[in-house]
Structures are given as structure tokens and as C-alpha cells.
């Protein structure tokens, strides 16, 4: 596609269930981010791939939040066990490259826990 | 560890006029990259500028452009001839030329400025 593509836009969830959220990169970019944009604040850094390796995951708050990328080009943010405090905007990025500084995002998906 | 710092929550400007939105970072590196984003209520971030902190010269993208005092560690946006089009929120951004650990270029974000244009 022509640009970052997020799904679903909007996700409402009853405290402990899980999620998955689903990240469509730019065709051909190496480098993704994910990052967490809690209501009111700057998005923060969650994980990092470069292809299908996962390169950063310093950023996951928990060990309830997982992310994958097997064949280098999708990714999927999962949150087990949702809880209230993962209630944000969870925004995807890529770039061309680990040397490239333009990031382009996609529109996010914001998760609401109730 | 960086820390980026927007120190105006909402900021206001007439059409046709000209607006500066501050931001201050903290870093002991001596090389990386700066970049100001636009997030409208679409909520997709939209890079306005970028300036790399060894050039001296000041980055602009038409009315857009930056003053960048490294020493200082400040790196403010102007915008000239406000538009009912530049409201939104700007975020301010640090990244890394450094590569920790495997992390290549995450951005690490201010609060934010929440822009708004009157007719």
C-alpha cells in the first residue's frame, strides 16, 4: 500500500481479555516501531524491528504485551489480559532502513479498556 | 538518558501570522537528529522538519523553520503565515545516531503543543 496501515481503528475491551493489533508496514521497509501514545502525551517507544528480528523490545511495560513480525513484513502488537492503565493510542511506524530518519505512521489504534 | 521537553501545553495564532513553539532536549551525545511533528485529529504523525544537530544551519520547509541553538540545547518552531490547516498537535522528537544495543532510531517524544488557528 502506499502507506503505513493500521487495524482495527478502534478497540473497546473488557479488562483480561486479549488483543491484537495489527500493523501493515510500507512495502519494502526494513525498520518498524511500535509506540504507545497514552491520552494527553507524546507517543513513547514500545519495541523495535529490523526484518523479522525483534532488535528492541525495551520499551513493552509488561510481560503482558508480546509483538512479532515472522515474515519481515506485518507486525502484530498483542496485549494479554488487558488492563485499564493499557487504555492509549497504539501508533506503527517504518522506515527504509536503520539509516534512514524518516518514519512514516500509520493512524494508530486506539484501545479502550473497560 | 534523552528527555525532550515541550514547555507550552496549547499555544494560539491568528491566520496569516506567525507562531514559535518551544522545546528544549537533554542529551550528552554530540551528534543525533531533531525533528518536529504534526498529529491533526487523524492522529497520524506527519514529519514537518528535521535538522541534524552537526549542521549549523538552520533547517526551513517552506513556512516552516526551525532555530536550533545546540549549546543551548533548544529547538524552537516557527511557523509564518499561519494556516486554518497548521492546527493540530506538534510534537518535538529526539533520535539517536548511536546504535544501543540493536535500537536504531526510535524517537523519543515531548508532551506536545496543541496549536490553534483563528480566522
Known amino acids: 500500500g502506499a502507506g503505513v496501515s493500521q487495524s482495527p481503528r478502534y478497540k473497546v475491551a473488557k479488562r483480561g481479555q486479549d488483543v491484537a493489533l495489527r500493523c501493515d508496514p510500507i512495502s519494502g521497509h526494513v525498520s518498524l516501531f511500535w509506540y504507545q501514545q497514552a491520552l494527553g502525551q507524546g507517543p513513547e517507544f514500545l519495541t523495535y524491528f529490523q526484518n523479522e528480528a525483534q532488535l528492541d523490545k525495551s520499551g513493552l511495560p509488561s510481560d503482558r504485551f508480546f509483538a512479532e513480525r515472522p515474515e519481515g513484513s506485518v507486525s502484530t502488537l498483542k496485549i494479554q489480559r488487558t488492563q485499564q492503565e493499557d487504555s492509549a493510542v497504539y501508533l506503527c511506524a517504518s522506515s527504509r532502513g536503520p539509516q534512514n530518519t524518516e518514519a512514516f505512521f500509520g493512524q494508530g489504534t486506539r484501545l479502550t479498556v473497560v | 538518558a534523552q528527555t525532550v521537553t515541550q514547555s507550552q501545553p496549547e499555544m494560539s495564532v491568528q491566520e496569516a501570522e506567525t507562531v514559535t513553539l518551544s522545546c528544549t532536549y537533554d542529551t550528552s551525545e554530540s551528534d543525533y537528529y531533531l525533528f518536529w511533528y504534526k498529529q491533526p485529529p487523524s492522529r497520524q504523525m506527519i514529519l514537518v522538519i528535521r535538522?541534524?544537530?552537526?549542521?549549523?544551519q538552520n533547517a526551513t520547509e517552506n513556512r516552516f523553520s526551525v532555530n536550533f541553538q545546540k549549546a543551548a540545547k533548544s529547538f524552537s518552531l516557527k511557523i509564518s503565515d499561519s494556516q486554518l490547516g497548521d492546527a493540530a498537535m506538534y510534537f518535538c522528537a529526539y533520535r539517536s545516531k548511536v546504535n544501543y544495543g540493536g535500537s536504531q532510531g526510535n524517537l523519543i517524544f515531548g508532551k506536545g503543543t496543541k496549536l490553534s488557528v483563528k480566522p
Open positions: 535538522q541534524e544537530a552537526y549542521k549549523q
